[in-house]
């Protein structure tokens, strides 16, 4: 507590708020070394079965036409939000992105050579499963 001179009551007050209020239970460890420890044996635990993958994306689902169309552009290679925000309004529909050039990939702000070449590429590539 004193590393940062936060008072020990304000600290217990925001776990017992996270227990209590939120129903999220806590763990208490150590250091980071064994916090990291602790993480990697509770992913080791819940995928050891085998049956369960790691997600990649969320299963919130996305409510509006919009959201779906700025999670599927947001999925391409250095393409966040705002830039699938951008290139959305610029090209108007996913099909057109898709179907874009890397010069014309190039034209909306942010997205540069090496980022148009990385989506043209990955949207040309052919699918190979890794085993």
Avoid: W
Avoid at 5 to 22: C, K, M, Q, T, W
Avoid at 54 to 77: F, H, M, N, W, Y
């Amino acid at each position: 507590y004193s590393k940062r001179g936060v008072h020990p009551n304000a600290i217990r007050g925001a776990l017992a708020s996270i227990v209590v209020d939120f129903g999220i239970p806590t763990l208490f460890t150590r250091d980071e070394k064994e916090t990291a420890a602790m993480i990697a044996a509770m992913l080791k635990r819940e995928f050891a079965d085998g049956k369960r993958e790691i997600q990649i994306r969320s299963d919130k689902r996305l409510s509006t036409p919009c959201e779906q169309q700025e999670s599927i552009v947001a999925g391409l290679p250095n393409v966040n939000v705002v830039l699938a925000s951008r290139l959305l309004l610029e090209f108007e529909t996913v099909q057109k992105i898709f179907n874009a050039t890397q010069k014309e990939l190039e034209r909306v702000q942010g997205i540069g050579k090496k980022t148009a070449d990385e989506i043209v590429s990955v949207l040309k590539e052919k699918y190979k499963k890794e085993s």
